[in-house]
């Protein structure tokens, strides 16, 4: 199994990613993102905000299970990161991830 954690900082290190929730919501609504990953204590209405345009654009949303000061760390960061845009994965394996959890759930949904 790949892990998130994982994924998300090599994608940081090889890929092109966009700190802040303000570049996710611009990158949501015009589409450009490959992936928006939105910390669990990201602003309720920042993150419905940025749901909402994900969904209207089609791209996909990982809430990540922890606060924005872990994902900060995660990203190697020091400060809060309350969300961020993955524009290109580089080397990492986190669209994989997310196509495998949608297999996933499309499998539970059926059962």
Known sequence: ?????????????????LFGANHAIRSARTGKAKLIVVAENCPSNVKSDIEYYCKLSNVPIIIYKGTSIDLGLLCGKPFVVSALT???????????????SEVAEFMEETE
């Open 1 to 17: 199994m790949i892990n998130i954690d994982k994924a998300i900082a090599t994608a940081v290190k090889t890929g092109k990613v």
């Open 86 to 100: 993955i524009r290109d994965p580089g080397d990492s394996d986190i669209l994989k991830i997310l196509k495998a």
